[in-house]
């Protein structure tokens, strides 16, 4: 669990969210924590609905803090974290 974390870790959030969603929210957030965003995926999985893997590497606690500004984001519907590694 992410939430007793502390240190270096490697985790993926995916996230499910409306096509038609106002992208520059997501991509926001993105931008204010770059420097945890490895790279990510983007994929059309069904009519009218998106997913992406995003690739996170950095400290627990400010990948908490970018899991947190996702939540905020009511047009997306869906997040799951897996955290990978703990360095």
């Known amino acids: ?3 007793n974390l502390e240190g270096e870790i490697v985790a993926t ?3 499910i969210y409306k096509e038609k ?3 520059d929210r997501l991509l ?3 931008h204010v924590y770059s420097g945890l965003v490895s790279t990510f995926l983007h ?3 069904h009519e009218g609905y998106c997913l992406e893997v995003i690739i996170l590497k950095g400290q627990a606690q400010i990948i908490r803090k970018f899991i947190d500004t ?3 984001n009511e047009q997306i519907t869906k997040i799951n974290i897996n ?3 703990q360095l």
Do not use: K, P, S
Request: net charge negative; glycine share 0%; aromatic share 0%.
């Open 21 to 23: 969603a106002d992208r």
């Open 43 to 45: 994929a059309h999985i």
């Open 13 to 15: 959030a995916t996230i």
């Open 83 to 85: 955290v990978i590694a």
């Open 28 to 30: 926001d957030a993105q």
């Open 70 to 72: 996702l939540r905020t």
């Open 1 to 3: 669990n992410i939430e």
